[in-house]
């Protein structure tokens, strides 16, 4: 482990006393404080990230970049993981760039966030992010047997987003006003304390946000036929 992180140190001709005081101190930043001698195939997963934040904090940068860093570890390295980085951005004030398909962890972790559609930057959210061919007015063509009714003056390809709680799930068809009327099967269900996420397969799975008693009420399941509405104006185009 001292190996490792001094790598960095060592090729800058760093002398050696102040090599030993540099790595003693990023390995208290990180809580590793004993693991200097270690044989880095001992280490667990989170202490193998916890190891890589420390050899780049020993060469004092101004940001780190990180890359899925969650990927592979269990809860209790995840939450590790994020006191970690919390605490290095307060104390030292380094920010990170992290990029992670973990959006919980991103969420709890981040002062700001974004999301990413087709390398251009999409609203701060990580349900219903799609890409269609708007071809003729108000009908955005997801694929040729999906077509979402819209309220959009653009023409051509376009991303979109739907927010969860402006889609409505219902066993049947609803007399509404709304124009996107799906139907098909319930693939994932997310509960927490307040609301459930439902993910419905329309021929691309679409996530819809209920409350729980709404989802008592109707007594859901995985792989239970249901049917999804939400008006044009809930398709917000960019």
């Not at 005081?21 to 193998?48: D, P």
């Not at 969420?107 to 609203?123: C, K």
């Not at 061919?133 to 999906?146: C, G, V």
């Not at 819809?208 to 249901?226: H, P, Q, V, Y």
């Amino acid at each position: 482990v001292y190996a490792n992180i001094a790598f960095g140190l060592k090729i800058r001709k760093v002398p050696k006393k102040l090599i030993q005081q540099k790595v003693k101190t990023v390995l208290s930043l990180v809580n590793l404080e004993q693991f200097e001698r270690r044989n880095a195939r001992t280490l667990s997963g989170g202490e193998v990230q916890r190891i890589a934040i420390a050899r780049a904090l020993v060469l004092d940068p101004k940001i780190i970049l990180m890359d899925e860093p969650t990927s592979g570890l269990d809860l209790q390295a995840k939450e590790s993981l994020r006191q970690i980085i919390r605490k290095i951005h307060r104390e030292k004030d380094i920010d990170f760039i992290i990029t992670s398909h973990d959006t919980e962890f991103l969420f709890q972790t981040a002062t700001e966030a974004f999301s990413l559609l087709n390398g251009r930057q999409a609203p701060v959210t990580v349900d219903n992010l799609f890409s269609g061919t708007i071809k003729t007015k108000n009908q955005l063509e997801l694929s040729p047997k999906l077509i979402f009714h819209i309220s959009s003056q653009k023409t051509g390809r376009v991303n979109i987003v739907i927010y969860p709680e402006s889609i409505v799930l219902s066993p049947e068809p609803l007399k509404s006003s709304m124009t996107n009327v799906f139907s098909g099967d319930i693939t994932k269900l997310v509960k927490s304390d307040s609301d459930i996420k439902v993910w419905v397969d329309i021929g691309v799975e679409i996530c819809a946000r209920i409350t729980a008693k709404s989802f008592r009420e109707m007594g859901l399941s995985i792989g239970d036929f249901i049917y999804i509405e939400f008006k044009a104006t809930a398709i917000k185009v960019y």
